[in-house]
């Protein structure tokens, strides 16, 4: 293995246990404070129970770092695109729940799906599969995130 896959393995451990414990720990954190923000929004149909988001999250997060294990193969632009991604990713929920402010979440959502597309497209080997969940779950957020827009 060369330096450069070495490198992209251990990011991509990093992203699953960083991910994984930001999917477990932060809600139970702030628990209290997301379920009674989310049970006082008026929901779109089809919106989910609160406790189905954190599992779906740590699936996603596990894919997400198998996928960045293998991003060495990508080009450099394609490499930022994902980071952008994840950091697009971090920053949703404390714009959603923490500031209500739920026009630029439905931005932010709507960007995520921009680039996770661009990135599946790009991408050229069978990893962009990985994905796939990930870009169906934004998707249905994008969703509910502009439904709560409209509806609240």
Do not use: C, H
């Not at 929004?41 to 996603?60: E, K, M």
């Not at 932010?108 to 790009?122: F, Q, S």
């Not at 050229?124 to 599969?129: I, K």
Request: glycine residues 2%; aromatic residues 16%.
């Amino acid at each position: 293995m060369n330096k450069t896959m070495v490198k992209s393995v251990l990011y991509s451990i990093i992203i699953v246990i960083l991910g994984s414990i930001s999917a477990l720990i932060v809600p139970v954190l702030s628990n209290s404070s997301i379920q009674s923000i989310y049970s006082s929004l008026s929901l779109p149909p089809l919106a989910p129970p609160n406790w189905i988001f954190g599992p779906v999250w740590i699936i996603l997060y596990i894919l997400i770092g198998i996928y960045m294990s293998r991003i060495y193969k990508m080009e450099l632009k394609y490499r930022w695109l994902m980071f952008v991604q994840l950091i697009l990713n971090f920053i949703w929920t404390p714009i959603f729940f923490g500031l209500s402010l739920y026009l630029l979440a439905s931005i932010i959502i709507i960007l995520m799906d921009i680039i996770t597309i661009i990135l599946i497209n790009k991408d050229n080997s069978n990893d962009q599969y990985l994905l796939f969940p990930y870009l169906t779950w934004i998707l249905f957020a994008t969703y509910l995130t502009i439904s709560i827009f409209i509806l609240n």
